[in-house]
């Protein structure tokens, strides 16, 4: 196969192999932008493999990074693009199931692609468009398969994170896993409690917000791979609730945490703790936190208007959208005229400040001033006094 046209990310990045080449060397691009392009998907980054050893490639640019010397990545600085170049390489002995403990340089492109994780991934271009495809990566891409490059064992040994990236491209591409890659999977699914659980995560979520979704995340649990991760072992009956919800797209990685945290029916507590053991940053857990108060509230038909300003308009918002997801049944409009009318965005915008409060009261400044301030701030927001300066100062002296 050819491509007639390289996208204009390859043809950016041409004087780098062209540069390569003219050295005596052979350069490619791999990976995953060589099987998007050819699904007609954006590119988000261009790999670029070569013959060439990390050093005779320093020898060849004049701007140069070492972001991974040691495993033969170098970075390349050009038109205020950065390239990273990877030398061909083997690799062996992954005792802890995620790095290699020997990587060798070599000179063949096949021996490099042979280390690759499926075969859709294993192709490679050279600058003049022509497809190197060592592996029946092009019919497995026709066929829409997620297929082990060699013996699939072999490859989930290598790199037991290989499993999650197995059913997270098929929830990205909507492609099927073939049946020896999908029993090498269940067979080795318990090498995932190898991998650090941020890798995991990172997979994970990755599924999760993927266009097809629900057919990676099947797979997840008929894999038995949910029962190596963290909180999830002995949950898949509640797990696959989540499957049988309407077809919907997780528009981020809050809303997908809060839903799979709603199935496992947890209280805002238990969902805390939850994404703390999936290592889930501070600021995505507390919106995770404050969007299932505000769902549960949904639920219950006792949603006020100071749930939605003080919880957030973003969490409401990726509240409402789960309410549908799990057809709980709510007034939309209702809702929607509450947030229209919620006459201030925060408690800066109120017309009477701190000092302001110290002043009418005649007290000291301290700890009771906030107390004040947001008895003042709900008050505006539920309509219970207007913003007005004096109008707040007769509603702090009541």
């Not at 029993?183 to 097809?212: S, T």
């Not at 507390?286 to 300003?309: F, G």
Request: charged share 30%; proline share 3%; aromatic share 10%.
């Amino acid at each position: 196969m050819q491509i007639k046209q390289l996208p204009t990310d390859f043809q950016q990045a041409l004087p780098i192999l062209e540069m390569i080449e003219t050295a005596g060397f052979e350069a490619y691009f791999v990976g995953g932008s060589v099987r998007d392009h050819i699904l007609g998907l954006p590119i988000h980054d261009v790999d670029i493999a070569t013959s060439a050893y990390p050093e005779e490639i320093k020898s060849i640019f004049k701007h140069t990074v070492d972001t991974g010397i040691k495993h033969g990545t170098v970075t390349v600085l050009m038109n205020d693009n950065s390239y990273e170049i990877t030398t061909f390489r083997t690799e062996s002995g992954y005792q802890d199931y995620r790095r290699p403990d020997k990587v060798t340089f070599v000179r063949s492109l096949e021996d490099d692609l042979k280390r690759r994780d499926f075969t859709i991934n294993a192709l490679a271009v050279d600058r003049n468009g022509n497809v190197v495809d060592k592996f029946d990566g092009l019919t497995d891409l026709d066929n829409q398969i997620i297929r082990a490059v060699g013996v699939p064992e072999e490859r989930f040994h290598e790199d037991a994170l290989r499993m999650m990236r197995a059913v997270r491209f098929q929830s990205q591409l909507d492609f099927t896993i073939e049946p020896e890659t999908a029993a090498a999977i269940e067979d080795n699914a318990p090498l995932l409690e190898k991998i650090a659980v941020e890798r995991i995560r990172e997979e994970f979520i990755k599924m999760m917000i993927g266009r097809a979704w629900k057919i990676g995340f099947k797979e997840f649990l008929n894999l038995s791979l949910s029962e190596y991760c963290p909180e999830f072992a002995g949950q898949a009956s509640k797990l696959n609730n989540l499957l049988s919800t309407e077809d919907f797209q997780m528009v981020d990685d809050e809303m997908a945490w809060t839903a799979i945290g709603f199935v496992l029916e947890l209280s805002e507590e238990k969902l805390s703790k939850f994404l703390r053991d999936w290592k889930v940053s501070n600021k995505s857990r507390e919106a995770c936190v404050s969007t299932m108060r505000i769902l549960k509230l949904i639920q219950s038909n006792s949603l006020e208007i100071w749930d939605y300003y003080k919880d957030g308009l973003d969490n409401v918002s990726r509240a409402e959208k789960l309410a549908e997801l799990f057809d709980i049944k709510f007034d939309r409009e209702k809702l929607d005229k509450l947030i229209d009318a919620i006459p201030i965005n925060s408690s800066h915008d109120l017309k009477i400040s701190g000092n302001d409060v110290i002043k009418t009261l005649n007290i000291k400044p301290g700890p009771e001033i906030g107390f004040f301030m947001n008895k003042l701030e709900k008050a505006v927001v539920t309509q219970t006094v207007t913003n007005s300066y004096e109008d707040l100062q007769r509603y702090l002296l009541k």
